[in-house]
């Protein structure tokens, strides 16, 4: 079945870095969504990408739809310490009902 | 807040129990999700139900049991469980529309289920 392999697995930073991170499958995705999961808590939406090569924004967040459609990347400018969590990616299955299928997830700890 | 509501936020049972779990979205969707999450594994989809209608359901065991009673509430009846299905059980709700579930889903909270 598709599997989404998401990059690095964790990344433990000082705050006020930039941070970068991706997601990639073997086939086309025709939308990206990047999650955001604190602990003990669910995952929340942070960005929705519809159209290969768009690049969106969200406060301090940016995401890509990468133009081949088989990746997408989140980047997180000058980190604080509320940036710490889980962050997925996810994209529908292409199936019947198109369900999403989510990423293995990129674990972000931000040193004070 | 996101709008979709889940209780209890935290469970122990032993196997031979009976418990139910309920979500509650408060966005007028009209698709609604069960998810498991284990550590070090992804999301794991178990049921979708759509305009009340089971659409999905991920080969899971027959331990676990959904009801959609209307588009805003669904229950995950559990029995008979082992301890490997201890895990964080997360609701999602979209807006569906021509059978093709929105992909932008909102999650509860999560119900943390220990199988003693």
């Known amino acids: 079945g598709q599997q989404l392999n998401q990059s690095p697995q964790s990344m433990f930073i000082q705050e006020g870095e930039d941070v970068s991170m991706n997601c990639t499958s073997s086939?086309?995705?025709?939308?990206w969504l990047w999650y955001k999961q604190e602990p003990g808590e669910g995952p929340v939406l942070l960005i929705a990408?519809?159209?290969?090569?768009e690049l969106t924004s969200n406060g301090r967040l940016t995401a890509q739809f990468g133009i081949t459609r088989k990746d997408s990347f989140l980047n997180i400018s000058a980190s604080i310490p509320s940036d710490v969590g889980i962050y997925f990616c996810?994209?529908?299955?292409?199936?019947?009902?198109?369900?999403?299928?989510f990423g293995t997830g990129t674990l972000l700890a931000v040193q004070p | 807040e996101t709008g979709v509501t889940q209780t209890p936020r935290h469970l122990v049972m032993g196997m031979t129990n009976k418990k139910s779990l309920k979500c509650e979205q408060h966005?007028?969707?009209?698709?609604m999700y069960w998810y498991k999450q284990s550590a070090k594994k992804p999301l794991e989809l178990m049921f979708v139900?759509?305009?009340?209608?089971?659409?999905e359901n991920n080969s899971v065991p027959s331990r676990f049991s959904p009801e959609c009673p209307n588009s805003s509430h669904l229950f995950l009846h559990l029995h008979t469980l082992q301890p490997e299905d201890s895990a964080l059980y997360l609701c999602?709700?979209?807006?569906?529309?021509?059978?093709?579930?929105?992909?932008?889903?909102?999650f509860g909270p999560g119900t943390r289920l220990t199988v003693l």
């Open positions: 999602a709700s979209s807006q569906a529309s021509s059978g093709d579930l929105n992909n932008e889903q909102f």
């Open positions: 086939s086309i995705f025709n939308t």
């Open positions: 990408l519809y159209k290969a090569g």
């Open positions: 996810a994209g529908p299955d292409g199936g019947a009902t198109n369900k999403l299928i």
């Open positions: 966005l007028g969707h009209n698709a």
């Open positions: 139900y759509s305009l009340e209608e089971r659409v």
